[in-house]
């Protein structure tokens, strides 16, 4: 049983940034996968993007890109979600989320992982 959990959220002003953490324990992470994800209420969870474990390799959607950055440290077994030039529409409950990855396709839809930390809120201010 993989355990997952985040920190970093808070309150922050349009045009700062924030770095979530994930700390992951219960597994060794070879050929693991771990993505982000956010939810705002009322919508479904929307992927962010997510980093192969061994490789350090990352898959952003395009909207993402540039802007937030996924990286891990493997002594510290921790994923982080580096997040710049916030703007308020990217307040939303973030989760990380973690699956076993053993054919090398990137997954986005949140039912394609089996683990998941307990989110952390996100509120960017204009």
């Known amino acids: 049983q993989v355990q997952l959990v985040e920190s970093g959220g808070g309150l922050v002003q349009a045009g700062g940034s924030l770095r979530l953490s994930c700390i992951a324990s219960?597994?060794?992470?070879?050929?693991?996968?771990m993505g982000w994800f956010r939810q705002t209420t009322g919508k479904e969870r929307e992927f962010v993007g997510c980093i192969n474990w061994s490789s350090g390799s990352t898959y952003y959607t395009d909207s993402k890109k540039g802007r937030f950055t996924i990286t891990r440290d493997n002594a510290k077994n921790t994923g982080y979600l580096q997040m710049n030039s916030l703007k308020p529409e990217d307040t939303a409950v973030y989760f990380c989320?973690?699956?076993?990855?053993?054919?090398?396709?990137?997954?986005?839809?949140?039912?394609?992982?089996?683990?998941w930390g307990q989110g952390t809120q996100v509120t960017v201010s204009s």
């Open positions: 219960g597994r060794t992470f070879s050929r693991y996968d």
């Open positions: 989320a973690g699956r076993p990855n053993l054919n090398g396709i990137w997954a986005i839809a949140p039912d394609q992982y089996d683990d």
